[in-house]
């Protein structure tokens, strides 16, 4: 007899994990919907290195074959099957992307182990764990991905994971019901220290045969990976135990779902729909799953969903059957206080009125900024296999700062940036970078408390890892320090803005580029200065990110719009297939520094904006 056709439609691990945080969104997923993440395979694979990590893992487990799981779900099943057969009884085997199909489950598994006394299963995060935390845990709990309160329920934080590994062990289970399953959780040690500099180059991307799909692998030395223990394995086979009941009742309704056809779950609408994927901004769409999930009520403008911070206020409000942020009783809004109350009333209020809040104070803030002011924009991220000899997993990687400079009222703006562009520990090179292009005079001018993060673990490092230079660190502790009459130099507009501004078309972001968008598209002296700086004449409709173009890179078409994408952009220059590739790291480069230098060139417009709307400085 030939062998059965799998499922048309198959649900897998992702799809698992999806519908666990929405059922409806499963269907709209089957069906290929459009939705608004990056569907780029290249640039997922390098998001927060976590190739890296399974690359790590896998050396650990030598002798280990690795599954070519691109043709088929069938077929890649079917040869993992013959695999573990062949291994049963007093032969071991490791698989890495075995691939288990039983009925319409689907699931890749990353490391799977058959020896005499059954399967070990392990799956690999790129989560980095607290060692000293987890043997608190163990010790109070018996594991560490419990609650430290009674009744010592498996954590919320951990829950998502040990989920993930036990769908996979209800596969293997019924696959072989006979056999033990035991399974693991391999996670990054937050405590370990490298002992290897410029460990990221033990790993490379590969391009596959079609262009299109990448693949990574690994070329160092594996005696080396054993030595450094970056990560951890726990046993979390009494968490699975204990979460299988539940999993399996889902996966049942799941599968259901999506066999023969998918239907489509009732939606359960809420605060969660916040940041659904298929709510996508195109009325003219075909598909639209946010659309079909709020029905009318999704054509609210401007939309609950859009209301700042808050969840309690947020889930009251769609319960209650307000849609819009403008239908917000006044009663309800005078009840409340905290944080978030001041900042909510200001958006209900403005928003019915469609005007500008200016706070009486915002020119006094203006006032206080000494001259130069430099505008700066840092761009870090961080990566999980350490750079630098010393430096645990996740450490800080500061790789790019753009900065406008304007010496005095009126004067021209200078700009200056750096970028690294190799494999190299950036952190001390763009600390004496910046150093030398703002020095130790006048206004830091920066939209969030990143900055100040960034700096602060700089100056830590130093000492930790680079030179030791006690008077660059100094320096960059004092750039942290706010601006007063008479000390400090840095001023966070983002806080400014906050408490201090708001323009209906922002909703409830405080995001430059929120702002900056909001200004373009509603006050035409940010457009013409735009043009006057740039050059460049944007679509009013659209905001000033629209204006960056797109280059085509080895073949696809690649943008920075956002901080995301400047990370997996630095991710893909330095450790992608291209980084052996001088055109492309050109244009990755160039990509990087036209996005930074607009995200300081917008703080710049947004200043004038606040100047012209407070009046002259005096």
Not at 64 to 87: F, H, P, V, W
Request: negative net charge; glycine residues 6%; charged residues 25%.
């Amino acid at each position: 007899m030939p062998p059965q056709a799998p499922p048309a439609h198959t649900l897998s691990k992702s799809d698992f994990k999806l519908a666990r945080s929405c059922a409806t969104k499963l269907y709209y997923r089957e069906l290929k919907y459009p939705d608004n993440r990056d569907d780029n395979e290249y640039l997922q694979l390098l998001a927060e290195g976590g190739y890296m990590v399974e690359l790590l893992a896998k050396q650990l487990f030598p002798g280990g074959i690795t599954l070519d799981y691109t043709k088929g779900a069938q077929a890649s099943a079917d040869e993992t099957s013959r695999l573990l057969n062949e291994a049963a009884g007093a032969n071991t085997v490791t698989l890495f992307e075995a691939t288990l199909l039983e009925g319409a489950r689907l699931a890749r598994v990353d490391i799977l182990r058959r020896g005499p006394n059954g399967f070990d299963l392990y799956e690999v995060k790129s989560s980095s764990i607290d060692t000293e935390d987890a043997l608190k845990r163990i010790e109070k709990t018996g594991s560490a991905f419990r609650s430290l309160r009674k009744p010592f329920d498996i954590a919320n934080d951990w829950r998502e994971y040990l989920e993930d590994v036990t769908y996979q062990v209800t596969i293997l289970r019924d696959l072989y019901p006979d056999t033990p399953v035991r399974a693991h959780l391999i996670l990054m040690n937050k405590q370990a220290l490298a002992a290897h500099d410029e460990m990221p180059s033990w790993f490379r991307i590969l391009r596959r045969e079609d262009g299109r799909l990448h693949t990574a692998e690994f070329i160092g030395d594996p005696a080396l990976v054993r030595e450094s223990r970056l990560t951890e394995s726990f046993d979390v086979t009494t968490e699975v135990d204990e979460l299988e009941p539940e999993v399996r009742e889902a996966t049942k309704e799941f599968v259901a779902s999506i066999t023969p056809a998918p239907r489509k779950i009732p939606p359960e609408i809420g605060a969660k729909c916040k940041g659904c994927e298929f709510w996508i901004d195109d009325d003219a769409a075909e598909k639209n799953g946010f659309r079909e999930c709020w029905g009318k009520r999704a054509d609210a403008q401007p939309h609950i969903l859009g209301l700042y911070q808050g969840r309690d206020l947020l889930v009251t409000m769609i319960e209650r059957g307000i849609d819009k942020v403008t239908d917000i009783p006044d009663d309800v809004l005078a009840q409340r206080s905290g944080a978030y109350a001041e900042r909510q009333t200001i958006q209900v209020t403005h928003s019915r009125t469609g005007t500008e809040y200016v706070d009486d104070t915002l020119r006094h803030d203006i006032a206080g900024a000494r001259y130069p002011l430099h505008f700066i924009d840092f761009e870090a991220a961080r990566i999980a296999v350490p750079h630098h000899k010393g430096m645990t997993p996740y450490g800080q990687l500061a790789f790019q700062w753009s900065c406008h400079t304007q010496a005095a009222p009126g004067a021209p703006l200078e700009h200056r940036e750096y970028l690294n562009t190799d494999p190299r520990w950036p952190n001390e090179t763009f600390a004496r970078s910046l150093r030398e292009a703002v020095g130790d005079d006048g206004t830091l001018l920066v939209w969030s408390p990143f900055e100040r993060s960034v700096l602060n673990t700089v100056a830590d490092e130093l000492t930790a890892l680079g030179s030791g230079d006690a008077d660059l660190a100094g320096w960059l502790r004092l750039s942290t320090l706010d601006l007063k009459p008479d000390s400090g130099r840095q001023l966070d507009m983002l806080k400014l803005c906050r408490k201090k501004y708001f323009h209906p078309a922002m909703e409830g972001s405080n995001s430059i580029k929120a702002v900056l968008d909001a200004l373009w598209k509603h006050v035409p002296e940010v457009r013409s200065r735009f043009l006057e700086l740039t050059g460049v004449e944007g679509d009013p409709g659209l905001g000033p990110y629209a204006a960056l173009p797109p280059i085509v890179i080895n073949g696809t078409e690649q943008r920075v719009a956002e901080g995301t994408g400047a990370i997996n952009a630095y991710f893909a220059m330095v450790y992608g297939v291209e980084r052996d590739d001088p055109v492309a790291k050109e244009q990755w480069s160039r990509l990087l520094l036209e996005y930074c230098k607009l995200d300081t060139l917008a703080m710049v417009l947004v200043w004038e904006h606040w100047g012209r709307i407070t009046g002259p400085r005096g």
